[in-house]
């Protein structure tokens, strides 16, 4: 079936230092969706790509869609501990969402 | 408050006993969906109603899980002799559908424990 990966798996970053997270499939993603979710929390929208060569930006976040449609990334500029969480990928693979595994960000100040 | 709500938040039972647990989507929106989430895991998809019919079911859905939503508003999941591996958050979703793409807006979960 379909497989949704995302590397790294754990990432610790100064407070102030930037993080990224990589989506990748092997097939062609119809549109991806990322989430956040919390320590003990659920899993939140943040942003959704549809089109080829995607770049969206929410302030210090920039969310970027391959050319060919067979990866994604998400882009932190001067992490906070606010950040912390952990950021999952997902594929919508019809009406459902086919999720990565997830990053888990961690920030020390 | 307006968005997806679930009951209970947490659920300890013994290995063989019945669980059921109920979400509430949002009040508009028209297709509800459930996932399991196991610890370093993303959301896994179980099934999904689109008003009151239920429209798809993963593989993942054994025989001893039933998932209904009898009036199009709020949904139930039943897992009957429950087991160990059982043990998993279990999230709702809703969403409104308009066209080819749509966001599912997750509820806050159901953290079930089998001893």
């Known amino acids: 079936g379909q497989q949704v990966m995302q590397i790294p798996q754990y990432q610790h970053v100064q407070e102030g230092e930037d993080f990224t997270t990589y989506c990748n499939s092997s097939t062609t993603l119809s549109n991806i969706q990322w989430y956040k979710q919390r320590p003990g929390g659920h899993p939140v929208f943040l942003i959704q790509l549809v089109k080829s060569g995607e770049v969206k930006k929410q302030k210090r976040l920039t969310f970027q869609f391959g050319e060919a449609k067979k990866n994604s990334s998400l882009h932190i500029t001067a992490t906070q501990t606010t950040d912390v969480g952990t950021y999952f990928c997902a594929d919508q693979a019809g009406t459902a969402l086919i999720f990565g595994k997830g990053t888990t960000l961690s920030v020390s100040s | 408050d307006t968005g997806v709500s679930q009951d209970p938040r947490h659920k300890i039972t013994k290995r063989g006993q019945n669980v059921t647990f109920r979400c509430d989507p949002i009040?508009?929106?028209?297709?509800l969906y459930w996932y399991r989430q196991t610890l370093g895991q993303g959301p896994e998809f179980l099934t999904y109603?689109?008003?009151?019919?239920?429209?798809?079911k993963s593989r993942l859905l054994s025989d001893r899980f039933s998932a209904e939503r009898p009036k199009g508003s709020f949904s139930t999941l039943e897992i009957q002799r429950t087991e160990q591996g059982d043990s998993a958050m279990y999230l709702c979703a809703s969403s409104l559908e308009k066209g080819m793409f749509e966001t599912q807006y997750f509820g806050p979960g159901t953290r079930l424990l089998v001893l």
């Open positions: 109603f689109q008003n009151e019919a239920q429209l798809e």
């Open positions: 009040s508009e929106h028209n297709r």
